[in-house]
């Protein structure tokens, strides 16, 4: 059994449709099972839960709702998960992540509402457990449609997925402090942008002696010392 440190990392895959996430996470999962390493891979949205259902219509087209409710919902699936997140990686299991908060506010800021400004997005997922590394696979629109194009499901269309892109670019460079957040292309072939993923998590697949972050929460510190709160 190799040696473990004080608790698993939490690694997230992020990135734009057909960019190669799920197949990538699962290779990666593959991959830390070879090593010896424990692993759990969680998914979002996760569509099994009572919450996740109803967001498993919505995506389909089953049924309509409010963009503002639909984004709660979303950051909710997350909400629900946290916990057992936290306890795996205190238990010392690594948490390889298919999508989370950042997808969250990507797709919803990119409707362009005025009522839902990229801080109104990020707000309901403002101290959820931080990832300890993100990885954005970039994949170009050409790559994608030769991958089978967009699907059926809402959103999944060239416009959107542009719009998309674009707040995913403000998001990594608001995280990215040259170690948190990476871009890798993802146009390549599978086996190259998993070999790359498996060079970035090193520092992280053994389990880290770093405390579990909370994401944005010196935005949250900000706030409360504006003494806008007792
Ligand atoms: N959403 C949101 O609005 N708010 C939120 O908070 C969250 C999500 C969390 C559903 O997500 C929608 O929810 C999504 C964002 C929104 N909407 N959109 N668009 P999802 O994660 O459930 O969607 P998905 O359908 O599982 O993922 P995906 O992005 O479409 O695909 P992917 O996981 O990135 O790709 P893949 O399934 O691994 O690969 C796609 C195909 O390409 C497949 O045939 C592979 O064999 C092939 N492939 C993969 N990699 C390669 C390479 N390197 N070369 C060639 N072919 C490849
Ligand atoms: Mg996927």
């Not at 979002?44 to 919505?58: A, Q």
């Amino acid at each position: 059994m190799p040696e473990r440190k004080q608790r698993g990392a939490f690694i997230v895959i992020e990135g734009l449709d057909r960019s190669g996430k799920s197949t990538q996470v699962s290779l990666l999962e593959k991959r830390c099972k070879d090593a010896g390493l424990p692993v759990r891979l969680v998914k979002f949205p996760d569509r099994t839960t009572p919450i996740g259902k109803l967001i498993d219509s919505y995506l389909r087209s089953d049924s309509e709702m409010d963009d503002h409710a639909i984004h709660l919902l979303f950051s909710a699936n997350r909400w629900e998960l946290a916990p057992s997140i936290i306890e795996s990686l205190n238990a010392g299991t690594t948490v390889i992540c298919d999508r989370y908060a950042f997808s969250g506010i990507a797709f919803s800021a990119a409707k362009n509402k005025p009522t839902m400004s990229y801080e109104w997005c990020r707000a309901p997922d403002i101290y959820l457990p931080a990832p300890d590394i993100t990885l954005f696979l970039d994949v170009s629109p050409e790559k994608a449609r030769e991958r089978g194009g967009y699907g059926a499901e809402r959103y999944e269309n060239a416009e959107m997925q542009e719009r998309v892109e674009h707040v995913f670019e403000r998001i990594g460079v608001e995280i990215g402090d040259g170690s948190r957040w990476f871009a890798v292309d993802a146009d390549r072939e599978k086996e190259a942008v998993a070999e790359e993923l498996w060079e970035r998590v090193q520092p992280y697949v053994k389990g880290t002696e770093k405390p579990l972050q909370r994401l944005w929460e010196d935005l949250d510190e900000r706030v409360r010392n504006s003494h806008l709160y007792i």
